[in-house]
C-alpha cells in the first residue's frame, strides 16, 4: 500500500513540475511583486513592503477609466449575448428547413479571425476620407446626422465595442444552446402537450430549467470571457487604447508591463491581483445564485 | 367514457426516401371499447400500438377516419382539448420539480373558471397520491424514487385532472419482474377504484391477459382479435394470435383431416366435426374439401396434455422438469413445427412418466385447428 501511495505521485510528477513552474510560481510571484514598493526592474530591487502600489493603480485615472469600461461592457454584453442566442437557438430549434444552412451561418463568426473581424466592423462603423461607414450611410437613410463611432464620443465607441463583443461570443453560445435544446426528451413536451400546457408555461416551466446548467455555464464563460477582454479592443481602436478611452483592465495591466508607458510590474500586479478580486467576487456571487436556479 | 375507432388509418412517409410507400403503422382499425374497463393493446414491437395510443391521445393525427369519445368527434380535436391522461413508458416525469410539483403541472394549465388555488391544487394532489400510495414522498424528486415509484407518479400526475380516458404506453415495462407482477395489480385496483377507461399498451402477453378486461392483439399495423382474455386465448381466431398467447407456446403441429378423424403424423389423435355452416359456396367448397384430406396445423396448449398409456399421440421424450406444482415435460415428434414440445401436467401424474416414449391423450377444448394455407381458425366439436 505504502509504495503504491508514492507511484500515485511520481505520476502526478510531470503536471506537478510544469504547473509549478509556469502557474503556481508566477501567481506566488505576481503577488510578491504587488506588495514591493519602488521595485526597479533593471536592478531587481525595492524600497520596501506595503499598500502603495495599489492607492497608485487606485488613483490612476486611467486604471479607473479601464476599470469602468470593463463593467459596462460585463454588464451589456453578458446578458444580451446569452438572451440574444437563446432567441436564435430556440428558433433554430423550432425551424425545419434550412437548419443546418442557419446553423453554419450563425457559427462562422466562431472560426473567423478577430482581426478580420475588427476590419469588417472597420468597414461597418469607420469614418475615412472616402466613406463615413455602412452605419453612417443608413443612419442618413433614416434623416439623422453622422456619429464617429471609431473616434467620436464615448458612448459610440462604446456602443461600437459592446456590438463587437456580442456578435464574436454569439456563435459559441449558440452552439451549446442548440445541442442543449435538442438534448431536451421530446416525451416532456408530449406530457406537457397533453395537459394543455402554453408555450410560454412550457419555455419557463420546462425548458429553462432543463438546460439551465448550459446557461449557468455560459453566463459564468461570459462573466470571465468579458473582463478579460482586450484583443477585440486593439482590433477596433488601435493599441494606444488610454488616449482611445476605450481601455479595459487586462489593457491597463499589459500595457503597465511593455506599453510605451510601460516598465511597471508593480502596479500590473497589482491591477492584476485587483482584477483576481472582481472576478472572484462574481464568480462566487454567480455561484450563489445559481444554488436555486440550476438544475442538474 | 366510450371510445369508438372508425377506419382509423395512419401512414408515415418513409424514412429511407428512395422507398416512396408509405409505412402504415395503423390499418383500418375499427373497434368500440366500453366505457370504464380496463383494455389491454396487445402486440408485438413494430405492430403500431403506440401510435395507436398516440392517435387517441390526440398526439398524432389520423391520416384517415374517424375518433369518437362517447358521441363527440374528437378527431380533429388537438390532445390538450380532448381531456386525456397520458403515461409515458420512460414516465417523463419533470426532473427539477418535486412529486407534487409534477403532479400538479397539469393543473397548474387551468385557466378562467377553472382555475385553482394552490391550496385546491395540493388538495387534488393529495388525494391521487393517497390513491397511487405515494403521499409520503411528495417532497422527493423524481431522481430520488425507484423506478416502481416514479410509475405511480407519472400514474398519479395523469390521473389529476381525472381524465375521461386514460392512456398508458408500456407502463411496466421498465420494472423488474417482481415490481411488475406488483404494480400490474395496483393499476389494475387503480382502474377499478376510478372508473376511467383505461387502455394501456404492452407487448406481454401475460401482462395483459391478468389484468385487463379486453384485450386487443394487434400485429403489423392490423387487429387479428377483439376478446376478454380467457376468450382470446381459448378460441383464438388465427395462429398468430394462439402462438402470441400463452407461456409456454402453444405447441403447434401439421396435422391432417381424413374423414373427421384428426390425425398427427400417422397417430388419429381426435375424432372432430367442422362446425363451418356458413351458407357462403366459398365455405361450402371447403367443407366439401375437408370430407377428403385437409392439412391443417393443429395448435395444442401445453395444458392439453394428458398423459396416457393407451394415448393415441406418441411423443419421444427429452426430459422432465419439476417446478413445484406443475411438471413441464419436453418432448419431440416428426410433426411438430419448431423444436421441442412443452406440456405443462399436475405433478402427481407425472410419476408414471419414464423410458424413451411418452403418450399423451388430448383434451378436446385445448385444442385449435388452423387452416393450412390462411392460417385461420378452423371451428370444430369434439366427437
Redesign the interface.
Known sequence: MKQSKYKGWLYLLPAIIFLGVFMVYPLIDVIVYSFEEGYNFVSQTSTGTGLYNYRYVLHDTYFVQALKNTFVLVIITVPVSTGLALLISLALSSVKPLRNLFQTVYFLPYVTNTLAVGLVFMVLFKKTEYSDGMINLLIHFFGGSTVDFIDGPHWAKMLVMCIYTVWIVLPFKILILTSALASV?E??Y?????????PS?IFF??TL??I?PMIFYLIITGFIGAFKAYSDEVALFGTDLNSAGMNTMVGYIYDMLYGNSGGYPSFASAAALILFAVVFTITCINLMVSRNNV?Y | MKIKLDHVTKRFPNRNKKIREDVIAVNDFTFDIPDGKLIGLLGPSGCGKSTTLNLISGLEMPTAGRIYFGDTDVTDLPAENRGVGLGFQHYALYPHLTVLDNITFPLGNLRGAEKLTKEQMRAKAMEVAKLVQISELMERRPSELSGGQQQRVAIARALVKMPSVLLLDEPLSNLDARLRLQTREELARIQKETGITTIFVTHDQEEAMSISDLIVVMKDGVIHQIGKPQEVYDKPCNLFVAKFLGTPPINVFEGTLKKGTLYIGDEAVLDVKLTENDASDDKKAKAKQADSDRTVWVGIRPEGFVPDAEGPLSCSLSKIEVMGRDTSVVSTHPAFVGTTIRSIIPSEDAAGIEGETVRFRLKPAKVCLFDHETEETIPFEAR
Open positions: 426528451k416525451d416532456y408530449r406530457a406537457a402537450r397533453v395537459d394543455g400546457t402554453r408555461r416551466r420546462i430549467p432543463m439551465s438544475h
